[in-house]
């Protein structure tokens, strides 16, 4: 059962200190950087996007991007950058598929990882959005084969009409039952 306490960055920040997710240093640096609103009760949201902040998670745009021709290479920077930088991602590319956006196009989201192909079927509406599941399977392959993290999606409460950035959060296994016990998310 999750702790009922107010979410702040403080809170999560001493949490993800507490499971080895974030060292002192780290934690000292948001905290300082976030200062002026760092007391301030964040949703359940909004603390998902808060493990970005300690550089633990990262965030799918929800809302328009420049192109998704660019915007796959920079979230996967980002995601190898959280991961320790342990993977080599290149040649990041959209092979387009046939067709319009009308009724959503199939691509490939295509790169290399440490010199081996990887191709993720992506359905794209627009030149400015991304495939979720996509970015999210993308960012799945940036964790090292021998790292004992792997990512995972962040679920949280949602309310309807509202639009979300996908999260995924580079964690253990134990790490992530304990950001599910002790914040409330759960990990897929």
Not at 30 to 48: G, K, M, P, R
Request: glycine letters at 6%; aromatic letters at 8%.
């Amino acid at each position: 059962m999750a702790n009922t306490s107010p979410m702040t960055y403080p809170r999560i920040g001493m949490i993800l200190h507490e499971i080895g997710m974030v060292s002192e240093e780290k934690l000292r640096s948001v905290l300082e950087d976030f200062a002026e609103y760092a007391d301030d009760e964040l949703d359940h949201y909004e603390a998902a996007i808060a493990l970005e902040s300690f550089g633990v998670a990262v965030s799918v745009h929800s809302d328009d991007i420049d192109s998704i021709h660019y915007g796959y290479e920079s979230l996967l920077a980002r995601a190898t950058e959280v991961a320790g930088g342990k993977v080599t991602i290149t040649n990041v590319r959209l092979v387009e598929g046939e067709g319009d956006f009308d009724n959503g196009r199939d691509d490939l989201l295509e790169f290399e990882r440490d010199g081996e192909l990887v191709s993720i079927d992506a359905e794209h509406l627009a030149d400015d959005y991304y495939d979720h599941e996509a970015a999210c399977n993308a960012i799945a392959e940036t964790a090292h084969d021998d790292d004992p993290r792997s990512w995972h999606y962040v679920d949280f409460e949602r309310e309807p009409h509202r639009l979300y950035d996908s999260i995924m959060v580079l964690a253990t296994p134990e790490q992530a039952q304990a950001l599910h016990e002790r914040l409330g998310f759960t990990l897929h």
